[in-house]
Nanobody, 122 residues
Framework: QVQLVESGGGLVQAGGSLRLSCAAS????????MGWFRQAPGKEREFVAA????????YYADAVKGRFTISRDNAKNTVYLQMNSLKPEDTAVYYC???????????????WGQGTQVTVSS
């Protein structure tokens, strides 16, 4: 079992930045693809970014490409999401997830965190 805990969310003005962290425990995440998803009120959970087990490959949703950066530190069992140039439409609960495929669909991820709220004011 892998337990995931997100942190770093908060309230920020449009154009600002936040860095989310996802700390894993229970077992190492070094063999897992790690992903970030988000869910806004009344909307389905959507893919944000994913990173391969070794960090060599990254994948982004078109809506965040060029603004968000996913990274990982397997020695610290932690994954990060650096979010720059934030927009009000980025407001959502952000979830960290672990899986075996870098796919944009939630069903490909087996372990999920509880989420952290990100609110971007205009």
């Amino acid at each position: 079992q892998v337990q995931l805990v997100e942190s770093g969310g908060g309230l920020v003005q449009a154009g600002g930045s936040l860095r989310l962290s996802c700390a894993a425990s229970g077992r190492t995440i070094s063999s897992y693809v790690m992903g970030w998803f988000r869910q806004a009120p009344g909307k389905e959970r959507e893919f944000v970014a994913a990173i391969s087990w070794n960090g060599y490959s990254t994948y982004y949703a078109d809506a965040v490409k060029g603004r968000f950066t996913i990274s990982r530190d397997n020695a610290k069992n932690t994954v990060y999401l650096q979010m720059n140039s934030l927009k009000p439409e980025d407001t959502a609960v952000y979830y960290c997830a672990a899986g075996t495929r870098a796919a944009p669909t939630p069903s490909n991820y087996y372990y999920w965190g509880q989420g952290t709220q990100v609110t971007v004011s205009s």
